[in-house]
């Protein structure tokens, strides 16, 4: 069992930064793939980015390309969002989540455990 607990969420105004972080506990976190998933009111939850589990490969939604960075750290048990020009599209909640296994993926299907989700808000 892996238990993930997101945080770093807020409201924010269009153009700003936030980092979001995920805290991993349970079994050892270096052997699973992680990933941001991102879901808006009325929408199905999305892929935002992945790494892999010794963080040498990174995937990123097109829609985030370029704005977003995932990062892990390994010897925290932990990953990172840096969200930088944030729009009022990404406005949703943030799932953290974890793979029992080494490449990621970007179907949700393929993630083995979730975290609660952490609210983030861009407003005009």
């Known amino acids: 069992q892996v238990q993930l607990v997101e945080s770093g969420g807020g409201l924010v105004q269009a153009g700003g930064s936030l980092r979001l972080s995920c805290a991993a506990s349970?079994?050892?976190?270096?052997?699973?793939?992680m990933g941001w998933f991102r879901q808006a009111p009325g929408k199905e939850r999305e892929f935002v980015a992945a790494?892999?589990?010794?963080?040498?490969?990174?995937y990123y939604a097109d829609s985030v390309k370029g704005r977003f960075t995932i990062v892990r750290d390994n010897a925290k048990m932990t990953i990172y969002l840096q969200m930088n020009s944030l729009k009022l599209e990404d406005t949703a909640v943030y799932y953290c989540?974890?793979?029992?296994?080494?490449?990621?993926?970007?179907?949700?299907?393929?993630?083995?455990?979730w975290g609660q989700g952490t609210q983030v808000t861009v407003s005009s």
């Open positions: 790494i892999t589990q010794s963080g040498g490969r990174r």
């Open positions: 349970g079994r050892t976190f270096s052997n699973y793939a």
């Open positions: 989540a974890a793979r029992d296994h080494p490449l990621t993926h970007t179907n949700i299907n393929a993630y083995d455990y």
